[in-house]
């Protein structure tokens, strides 16, 4: 008799059993050898990863043969079924599905909160079961913020394996942004909206959001953020990266997405999406991918959250912006005067500078139209200034920087009015219920 159970972690699944056999440095040859005399003195045996052995039809022949005049029973512990066609057709297959809740007993004598198990919990998806103790020894030892920390480091770093994706680093939290008090309710809103706790209340899975705004207003920032509020790892997909591998887009995304789900709870990031859904002399494939894409989007299970931005709506095509299709759409706008405060407020501090001996409430006036990435140049050009200069940053120098700055507004005024034009009734602004400030006069 064969069996093969396919499963995440052979190594873990097979560790306990009294009849596993393993390899030892032996060559394929010799092992399969050693496998034969096995069946022929008709005992039981187990193997892990069975399929680098059995993975020609020349072996896979021998060992059926050989099988038929014996009582053996042979089960193999396989990652994948990348085996000979001949026994996948004779054996008897088990899909193994991985159930963290064999370490739920572990976790719950962690020395950490409630919140900080569920977090470690929910993130040792993807994790080889057989470091799953280790890893929960290792974090024991650790305070509650760096035992978290050390997870998603662990889970970062397996990710990276995946060529195609990007895994991002985070670093502010929501205080890290300035503004966008709209945007920034929803996100910790929607914090614990992945748990099975969420769906027994009745709230469908997350999909996703879709920000759409001026460049350099904090897209890429609030991506940021979401994976830091949430604690889940942020990766980043290039499509533009995958049209220059050379092979179907289609099928390379279709294996990013299958890794991420391995791994989730993930932030999936496709930073200016438009670029890569109107790539010239690409259309047929583009429309495979998209629909792919959104079909993915409608159906998904697992716990990953798809956040978009781009800066040209005229370039997204219509069935993705449909309804339905994100959890949400919001305009990112030019920052607001008090928004321009606070950002000019929290770059201070972030190097260094005490914000309360700067006129902040006169910069900001005087910084209508720039966009929280050009003040946050502007403190940073200052600093350089200062340093050039060998003197402290004062107001007079950023006063001298901000006004030989020409804000990116003043050069895509058209796009920028095309922006807020089309949001009007179709995306949630990011700041809330505030008028937008307009430099057009509409």
Not at 156 to 168: A, G, H, P, S, Y
Not at 291 to 299: H, K, R, S, V
Not at 360 to 372: C, H, I, P, Q, Y
């Amino acid at each position: 008799m064969l069996k093969i159970i396919i499963c995440d972690d052979p190594l873990f699944y097979i560790k306990n059993r009294d009849d596993k056999i393993s390899w030892n440095g032996a060559s394929k040859d010799e092992f399969f050898a050693q496998v034969l005399n096995f069946i022929r003195e008709n005992k039981n045996f187990s193997i892990a990863y069975g399929e680098y052995l059995f993975d020609n039809d020349a072996r896979a022949i021998t060992l059926i043969e050989t099988l038929a005049e014996s009582t053996s029973e042979i089960t193999l512990f396989c990652r994948e079924a990348a085996l000979s066609p001949a026994i996948l057709r004779y054996a008897a297959i088990e899909n193994l599905k991985p159930d963290l809740s064999i370490f739920a007993e572990k976790i719950a004598k962690l020395p950490f909160s409630e919140t900080v198990k569920n977090t470690i919990y929910e993130n040792l998806k993807g994790f080889p079961f057989s470091r799953i103790d280790d890893l929960l020894d290792d974090v024991s030892k650790l305070e509650e913020n760096q035992a978290v920390e050390s997870v998603l480091e662990s889970k970062r770093n397996l990710l990276m394996q995946n060529e195609i994706l990007e895994v991002i680093n985070v670093g502010d939290g929501i205080s890290g942004i300035g503004g966008y008090n709209e945007l920034k309710q929803w996100i910790v809103e929607r914090r614990g909206n992945f748990s099975e706790e969420a769906r027994r209340f009745g709230i469908p899975m997350p999909k996703g959001m879709l920000m759409l705004g001026v460049q350099g207003c904090g897209k890429s920032l609030t991506s940021k953020v979401i994976s830091n509020i949430w604690n889940f790892p942020l990766v980043r997909l290039d499509f533009i990266n995958l049209f220059r591998k050379g092979q179907s887009v289609e099928e390379l995304l279709k294996s990013a997405i299958s890794t991420i789900e391995g791994f989730a709870p993930v932030v999936l990031w496709i930073d200016e999406i438009e670029k890569a859904l109107s790539q010239e002399g690409e259309g047929a494939e583009i429309r495979r991918v998209l629909g792919w894409l959104m079909t993915w989007m409608q159906e998904k299970k697992e716990p990953v959250f798809l956040v978009a931005t781009a800066n040209r709506v005229s370039l997204l095509p219509p069935e993705l912006l449909r309804k339905g299709r994100f959890d949400e759409i919001f305009f990112v706008d030019l920052p607001s005067k008090p928004e321009r405060e606070e950002i000019y407020k929290i770059h201070l501090k972030k190097r260094g500078r005490d914000p309360e001996k700067f006129d902040t409430d006169k910069l900001a006036v005087n910084s209508e139209g720039f966009s929280g990435a050009e003040i946050e140049q502007i403190v940073i050009d200052s600093l350089i200034t200062a340093y050039s200069r060998n003197c402290e940053v004062t107001q007079k120098i950023i006063e001298e920087i901000l006004r030989r700055t020409v804000p990116l507004s003043k050069t895509y005024e058209e796009n920028i009015k095309e922006l807020r034009i089309w949001s009007r009734n179709r995306a949630r602004n990011a700041s809330g219920n505030r008028k937008i400030e307009s430099f057009f006069g509409n």
